[in-house]
């Protein structure tokens, strides 16, 4: 079992910046490569960022590419969304998923675990 919890959510206005964090505990002893989804209202979750175990390989869509950067510190057992440029259309609930295993997947459902969401709003 791992767990993930989330932190650095907020209200930002649009333009700024925001760094999301998610912690996993439990059976990080194990490899896991970890994505990074968004939910607004009404939508279906949506695929943002993606790295692999080692953190060399990294993905994100074109709706944030440029913008948004993934990160891992395998030491802490920690993955990073840093988040530049905010529009609007960034706003919604942001979470964090672990797949076992050394390479991310853009699906939703390849993911083994979740955390709860942050709420990240951007304002115009």
């Known amino acids: 079992q791992v767990q993930l919890a989330e932190s650095g959510g907020g209200l930002v206005q649009a333009g700024g910046s925001l760094r999301l964090s998610c912690v996993a505990f439990?059976?990080?002893?194990?490899?896991?490569?970890m994505g990074w989804f968004r939910q607004a209202p009404g939508k279906e979750r949506e695929f943002v960022a993606g790295?692999?175990?080692?953190?060399?390989?990294?993905y994100y869509p074109d709706s944030v590419k440029g913008r948004f950067t993934i990160s891992r510190d395998n030491v802490k057992n920690t993955v990073y969304l840093q988040m530049s440029r905010l529009k609007p259309e960034d706003t919604a609930v942001y979470y964090c998923a672990a797949v076992y295993g050394s390479t991310w997947y853009a699906s939703q459902y390849e993911y083994d675990y979740w955390g709860q969401g942050t709420q990240v709003t951007v304002s115009s």
């Open positions: 790295i692999n175990w080692s953190g060399s390989n990294t």
């Open positions: 439990g059976r990080t002893s194990s490899r896991y490569a």
